[in-house]
Nanobody, 116 residues
Framework: QVKLVESGGGLVQPGGSLRLSCAASGFIFRIYTMGWYRQAPGKQRESVATINSGSSTNYADSVKGRFTISRDNAKNTVYLQMNSLTPEDTAVYYC??????????WGQGTQVTVSS
């Protein structure tokens, strides 16, 4: 049974940083592409960053240069380092296993709020 558990969200001031973690279990983590997604109030869920089994990464234009996705296959964990946060980054952040280019098996999400 696939299980994804996000953590690390919280309230941060503009310009601050947070590191999100997603602990995965129930599947062979190292062979899957993993991704971080976010959903702001009243908006559709959007892709933030993905990392494949070879650790190649892709980012949404809105976060390039500020966010870094990484993975630790020994810990079955994917991370999202978020720097220079702005109020526009406020959202619930989810991680997902990606199969054939599409996300599936969502976690419960972690709230990130950027506000002064």
């Amino acid at each position: 049974q696939v299980k994804l558990v996000e953590s690390g969200g919280g309230l941060v001031q503009p310009g601050g940083s947070l590191r999100l973690s997603c602990a995965a279990s129930g599947f062979i983590f190292r062979i899957y592409t993993m991704g971080w997604y976010r959903q702001a109030p009243g908006k559709q869920r959007e892709s933030v960053a993905t990392i494949n089994s070879g650790s190649s990464t892709n980012y949404a234009d809105s976060v390039k240069g500020r966010f870094t996705i990484s993975r630790d296959n020994a810990k079955n964990t994917v991370y999202l380092q978020m720097n220079s946060l702005t109020p526009e980054d406020t959202a619930v952040y989810y991680c997902s296993r990606i199969t054939q280019g599409l996300p599936n098996s969502w976690g419960q999400g972690t709230q990130v709020t950027v506000s002064s």
